[in-house]
Nanobody, 117 residues
């Protein structure tokens, strides 16, 4: 079994920063990678950033590239999303997810990010 727990969300002014954390427990050795997704009210869930565990490659949606950074600490089984220069349109519930070989199939409960203008 795998469990993902996000933390670090909150309220921040536009231009500010937050760092989200996603702690994984369980069969983490099976992970091929992890990612962050977000969903705003009335919108579909959107891929934000991902990191592959084998080669460390990262990927970002265009709207956050250069502002957000995904990283991991394998010793803590934790993946981070550093979010800088936040914009009101970044406000959403952010979920982390794990890819165990068939796409992102394991999800955390989410953490709310609110950005005031």
């Amino acid at each position: 079994q795998v469990q993902l727990v996000e933390s670090g969300g909150g309220l921040v002014q536009a231009g500010g920063s937050l760092r989200l954390s996603c702690a994984a427990a369980g069969r983490t050795f099976s992970f091929r990678g992890m990612g962050w997704f977000r969903q705003a009210p009335g919108k579909e869930r959107e891929f934000v950033a991902g990191i592959r565990f084998g080669n460390g490659n990262t990927a970002y949606v265009d709207s956050v590239r250069g502002r957000f950074t995904i990283s991991r600490d394998p010793n803590k089984n934790t993946v981070y999303l550093q979010m800088d220069n936040l914009k009101p349109e970044d406000a959403a519930v952010y979920h982390c997810a794990a890819d165990i070989g068939a796409g992102y199939s394991t999800w955390g409960q989410g953490t709310q990010v609110t950005v005031s203008s």
